[in-house]
């Protein structure tokens, strides 16, 4: 049997292209909701933006790397797995924390600012924990990864769309409020489309190798949600931000990160089929824990 760290997932250059502009769509529609007050707001709680980079950005990142350090999967499914570390919420967050009553403004605070800071800071964590472990620094060497070159297709992902979508809303609000109402489903569907359209090319990949990733993407789901949820609790934050944080630090973009293991790793098998798994699972996990919390009567303990 071929092994994983070798099989290559087939995407070709125009599904590629597809999906880059996907996601920016994407982006640009979740930036179209959002505004300067959202920062504003996160900067009168300075306690509450400090725990969620923690959350997101240091924490996250560092025990992911731990558990490969425990549990030694394969190269590619490890350097999946800081891949998915290593990228920020997903904008799906803002929904499940509705639903299961959180604190929704806090959540897309959080999210606009990770989105933000992801610029710099999913190139940074990737490529620390990624070289810091022998067998994914083993893959890093190979690819000859350029960090330039990461950086500057996370900018013009996620930080472009970014800045141009609150700009829209700075200058025009209604035309914001429309768009974002066409925009966000419409790109959102195409994105989907795009993820099974890759799957159905390479049906028998996923079936062969699938099984190498499923309790791990699983294990690695629930603890990037209790993550969040334990240092919220340690930081004595009510159990409503709990909740937010938890769903925040749980729900990964992961479609950025099968964008970047497409561009920069040629699809390379335990990246990709991990990155894949986690983007139908997260779904699955954070509504099924977001139904929970929303019937779940609890007296605030804090």
């Avoid at 000859?144 to 200058?171: A, C, D, H, N, S």
């Avoid at 390479?202 to 499923?214: A, K, M, R, T, Y």
């Avoid at 099968?258 to 089929?273: E, K, N, R, S, Y």
Wanted: glycine share 6%; hydrophobic share 55%; with cysteine.
């Amino acid at each position: 049997m071929q092994q994983l760290d070798h099989v290559q997932i087939n995407f070709d250059t125009n599904a590629l292209w597809v999906l880059n502009v996907a996601l920016a769509l994407v982006m640009f529609g979740v930036a179209l909701g959002i505004s300067i007050n959202d920062f504003k707001s996160l900067i009168k709680q300075p306690k509450l933006v400090l725990i969620g980079i923690l959350s997101q950005f240091i924490f996250l990142p560092f025990v992911t790397f731990l558990f490969v350090l425990l549990i030694k999967p394969q190269p590619s499914i490890a350097l999946g797995m800081m891949m998915v570390a290593a990228c920020p919420g997903g904008n799906v967050s803002n929904f499940m924390t509705s639903l299961a009553k959180g604190n929704t403004a806090l959540s897309v605070s959080l999210t606009a600012f990770a989105t933000f800071l992801a610029v710099f800071m999913t190139p940074l964590n990737f490529q620390f924990y990624g070289n810091l472990y022998q067998p994914t620094a083993e893959i890093l060497k190979s690819i000859q990864l350029e960090p330039f070159e990461l950086i500057k297709l996370v900018v013009l992902i996620l930080g472009i769309p970014l800045v141009l979508g609150m700009l829209l809303r700075f200058y025009n609000e209604k035309l914001a409020h429309k768009l974002s109402k066409v925009l966000k489903p419409l790109s959102i569907v195409v994105f989907i489309a795009i993820v099974i359209i890759a799957f159905s090319k390479n049906l028998e990949v996923f079936n062969n190798f699938i099984h190498h990733v499923l309790l791990i993407g699983v294990s690695h789901n629930i603890l990037a949600i209790t993550i969040g949820f334990l240092v919220a609790r340690t930081f004595k934050l009510s159990f409503k931000n709990q909740k937010t944080l938890a769903i925040e630090t749980g729900i990964q973009n992961s479609g950025l990160g099968l964008l970047l293991i497409f561009t920069f790793f040629d699809g390379i098998g335990g990246m990709a089929i991990l990155a894949a798994f986690w983007g139908i699972w997260h779904i699955i996990s954070g509504l099924l824990l977001a139904w929970y919390w929303s019937h779940k009567k609890r007296r605030l303990a804090y």
